[in-house]
C-alpha cells in the first residue's frame, strides 16, 4: 500500500496557522473603536511589565540607586512615546471614515450631489454602518432631485407648447377677425351719415389697438424671430419692445462669438431675459436697463443691471407681494435644466444684477443627465 507524502514546500499545517491568523486578525479588525483603544493600551501595559521587569532583573542591584532611578525615568518615557504612538495610529485609522463623512458632506454642501463614502477595512464597524446609512441617503436624495428636475423640465416643455399655441391661436384666429372686422368698420367711414362715420372712426381706433394687443401678446408668448433669426435678433426686438412699451432707456451689449446656439439655450436666455426686463420695468421701478450677452467657446453668459429699487433675493418667496417669487423660481429652474446656473446680486446704492451662465456642452457621449434630458427632448 503506497503512502501519500504532503508536498514540504507547502505543509497544510502552516496554511491552517496561516488562515486562522488572517481570521484572528479581521475579527480584530472589526472590533468597535472602544474595543480596539482597550486593547492596545492593555499590549502596552503588558509589554511595559515584562520589558520593566525583565530588565530590572536583568541588570539592577540594590547597591546602585542612580541607575534604577534612571531606568524609571526611561520606562515611564518609553511607555508614554509608545502609548502616544500606538494611540494615535489606532484613533486615526478608526476615526477615517469621520473625515471621508467630512469630505464628502462639504462636497454635497457645494452642490457635488455625487459624492459618497468609500468602504474602509480598518475603520469601526458602527461609523462604516453610519457611512453606508449616508451614501444611502444620498441615492435617495439624488434620485428625488432628478424625479423633481424631471418633473419641472416636463412642466416648463408643457408650458411652452401652451404657449406655441396660444400665440399660433391669437395669430391665425383673434388677429385675422379683428382684421376683417377693422375692413368693415374702415368701409362704413364712407358714409353719407355723419354720426355713423364718427362711431366708425371710433371703433377703427379700438380695432387697431386690439390687433395691435393682439400681436404684441403673441410675440411675448412665442417670438417668430427666436425661432427664424436666432438669440441675438430676437433679443434686440425684445430690448426694443420693452423700451417702447415702459418708456426706459435699455442698452443691449452683444459680443463674443456669432453663430446660433442651441434652441433650449437660445430659450432659456431669452425667457430669463424677458422676466427680467419684466421685473426692472413693473417692480424695480428701474429707469436705465443693461443688457449683455458675452459669447465664448465654453460657455455664454448674459446680464441684466438695472439702477432700480431693488430687493433682497432671500427674503423674496413665491408670495411675494410684488409677483417676484415665482419669476425667480421660473428663471433658476429654468437655467438648471440646461446645467447653467443663475445669480442675483444687489447693486450699491440701489439695482439689481441678474446673472445668467451657461456652459456650451459638446455633443458626445459622456454628458450630464441634463444633457441627455435636453437631447431627449428635442427628439420628442
Known amino acids: 500500500m503506497e503512502s501519500v507524502q504532503s508536498d514540504p514546500a507547502h505543509p497544510e499545517g502552516e496554511e491552517s496557522a496561516s488562515g486562522k491568523s488572517a481570521a484572528l486578525q479581521e475579527q480584530l479588525l472589526s472590533l468597535p473603536i472602544l474595543y480596539k483603544v482597550l486593547i492596545a493600551n492593555a499590549l502596552i501595559v503588558l509589554a511595559g511589565a515584562v520589558f520593566g521587569t525583565y530588565v530590572t532583573a536583568r541588570f539592577v542591584h540594590e547597591d546602585i540607586v542612580p541607575r534604577r532611578e534612571g531606568l524609571m525615568l526611561l520606562f515611564g518615557g518609553l511607555g508614554v512615546v509608545l502609548s502616544l504612538a500606538v494611540n494615535y495610529w489606532v484613533l486615526r485609522v478608526a476615526f477615517e471614515p469621520l473625515d471621508s ?3 464628502v458632506a462639504s462636497a454635497v454642501r457645494h ?8 468602504p474602509w477595512r480598518f475603520g469601526d464597524p458602527q461609523l462604516s454602518r453610519f457611512a453606508d446609512t449616508f451614501n444611502e441617503t444620498l441615492d435617495e436624495l439624488q434620485q428625488d432631485r432628478e ?7 416636463q412642466v416648463i416643455q ?3 407648447e401652451e404657449r406655441r399655441r396660444i400665440s399660433r391661436e391669437l395669430h391665425d384666429d383673434t388677429a385675422q377677425v379683428l382684421f376683417a372686422q377693422l375692413l368693415r368698420v374702415t368701409a362704413l367711414k364712407h358714409s353719407s351719415d355723419p354720426e355713423l362715420r364718427s362711431t366708425a372712426e371710433e371703433l377703427e381706433d379700438l380695432t387697431v389697438e386690439a390687433i395691435e394687443s393682439v400681436r404684441r401678446l ?11 433669426l436666432g438669440l441675438h435678433d430676437a433679443l434686440a426686438d425684445l430690448a426694443q419692445r420693452f423700451e417702447a412699451q415702459l418708456g426706459i432707456p435699455i442698452s443691449l451689449k452683444m459680443s463674443g462669438t456669432r453663430g446660433r446656439l442651441a434652441s433650449e439655450v437660445e430659450l432659456v436666455l431669452y ?3 424677458q422676466e427680467a426686463l419684466t421685473n426692472a420695468g413693473k417692480h424695480a421701478r428701474a429707469t436705465r436697463i443693461v443688457l449683455e450677452l458675452v459669447r465664448s467657446d465654453t460657455g455664454v453668459t448674459m446680464r441684466i443691471e438695472d439702477d432700480g429699487r431693488g430687493f433682497d433675493p432671500a427674503l423674496t418667496s413665491a408670495r411675494d407681494g410684488r409677483g417676484i417669487g415665482l419669476g425667480l423660481f421660473g428663471m433658476e429652474e429654468r437655467v438648471g435644466l440646461v446645467d447653467g ?13 441678474i446673472t445668467a451662465r451657461i456652459p456650451l456642452i459638446e455633443d458626445t457621449p459622456a454628458v450630464s443627465g441634463a444633457s441627455r434630458r435636453r437631447r431627449a427632448l428635442d427628439v420628442s
Open 101 to 103: 463623512l467630512e469630505r
Open 111 to 118: 452642490g457635488d450631489f455625487s459624492a459618497r463614502t468609500e
Open 147 to 153: 424625479q423633481i428636475q424631471s418633473l419641472a423640465d
Open 158 to 160: 408643457a408650458q411652452e
Open 218 to 228: 403673441a410675440l411675448e408668448l412665442r417670438p417668430p424671430a427666436l425661432d427664424d
Open 271 to 273: 425667457r430669463v431675459a
Open 341 to 353: 446656473t443663475l445669480s442675483i446680486d444687489r447693486i450699491d446704492p440701489h439695482g439689481t444684477r
